[in-house]
């Protein structure tokens, strides 16, 4: 008999109800690539199958009796440091708060689960439609796609003299001073494993950060707006849930609430937020690429980009439009993303200015927001 080409993933499916279970097993059963090994009703019986079953992946309920999901989450780290967990949680408030806990304490990424189980093939739809593709990409069986072509705007021509950096996990170097324009705005596409990141590096900034942050993070309603809440919290800056019409500040962060794209426009002084419903792009409402070309076709030159950890290609196209008018693009270095796909997407064009590792991402977003005022007084 001929050995298959790749194994299997091997997926360990864990949650209190009975229906859940049979809808998760049967869609990941019907992918030839996904084998569910093992189900669990709570955290404790999860924690005795996983030597048992030897999974490659968890999927994991919020709550559940005897032990939830947020401290099977703590004890599965305590032994299985690398071992990925999808945490499933219920569309609400207390399940995105509990979720964003979850993700806090190690875990790895999360879907949301069907609003309404009665109706199970739909349930089983939604199901295979979100949670095998980060099924596939935590366990490194996605395959990614070159980029492609976008079917709203294209992109304008690249050129072609401008400077490409190498593929290092450091800083590069600054271009010639008479090329940088000084840092006007500051925009953010992150993924899956953003809030971590975000975590990470929103509360490093200085309250007196002289620039805007406009953030696209890949979420559903109310997650953005508790993740707004716990990062306001904890920062220096100014952290918001990005609403119609709100002017742009110096030191405030405004993020994209869940199922609307953020754009930007000119009202007469000032800079405003725009909330919309346009067709998703890249899959995804909200996306990085209108925001990025919302910004450039603002602030120009005067952009400053940066793609986190995500999976897929949303922002990609919106770094050509950043490199064409001449504005800079950092992008997190594959060491320390989750998932290395949309800022590894950019790197591989050679569209960044930078690679960076997360904890040196704020100080050098500081460095080239300043480096043109440094270059001009000579400091």
Request: aromatic share 4%.
């Amino acid at each position: 008999m001929v050995a298959p080409s790749s194994p299997k993933i091997r997926v360990l499916v864990v949650d209190d109800a009975v229906v859940i279970r049979k809808i998760v097993t049967d869609a990941l059963n019907k992918d030839p690539n996904i084998e569910v090994v093992g189900v669990a009703a709570n955290g404790k019986i999860a924690l005795q199958k996983i030597p048992q079953c030897n999974p490659d992946i968890i999927t994991l309920d919020v709550e559940m009796p005897e032990m939830n999901g947020i401290e099977t989450v703590g004890a599965i780290r305590e032994n299985y440091t690398k071992l990925p967990i999808v945490m499933f949680s219920t569309l609400t408030e207390r399940g995105a708060s509990a979720t964003l806990d979850a993700l806090s304490a190690g875990a790895n990424d999360y879907c949301t689960k069907p609003a309404n189980v009665g109706s199970v093939g739909e349930a089983r739809t939604r199901v295979e439609a979100e949670l095998i593709t980060k099924i596939k990409s935590l366990c490194g069986h996605a395959k990614p796609l070159p980029p492609r072509q976008s079917d709203l705007k294209p992109a304008p021509p690249l050129q072609t003299s401008m400077p490409r950096q190498s593929k290092v996990a450091k800083p590069s170097v600054f271009r010639s001073s008479s090329s940088i324009q000084d840092i006007q705005i500051l925009c953010i596409g992150v993924s899956t494993g953003g809030p971590n990141a975000l975590a990470d590096l929103i509360p490093r900034l200085p309250g007196d950060l002289p620039v805007p942050i406009v953030c696209v993070q890949h979420m559903p309603p109310l997650f953005t707006g508790m993740l707004a809440q716990r990062l306001n919290e904890q920062s220096n800056i100014e952290v918001v849930e990005a609403q119609e019409g709100m002017a742009l500040k110096p030191a405030c962060m405004y993020i994209a609430p869940g199922d609307y794209h953020l754009t930007i426009k000119r009202s007469g002084t000032e800079y405003v937020t725009v909330l919309d419903q346009n067709p998703p792009e890249n899959s995804c409402r909200p996306a990085a690429d209108p925001l990025f070309r919302s910004v450039v076709e603002h602030f120009g030159g005067h952009t400053l980009a940066l793609v986190l950890t995500g999976m897929g290609q949303d922002g990609f196209r919106g770094c050509e439009y950043v490199r064409q008018a001449g504005g800079q693009i950092v992008v997190q270095d594959e060491e320390t993303s989750v998932v290395w796909g949309m800022p590894g997407f950019v790197a591989e064009a050679g569209l960044h200015d930078a690679i960076v590792p997360l904890e040196q991402i704020a100080p050098e977003l500081v460095r080239r927001i300043q480096q043109k005022k440094s270059l001009s007084t000579g400091r």
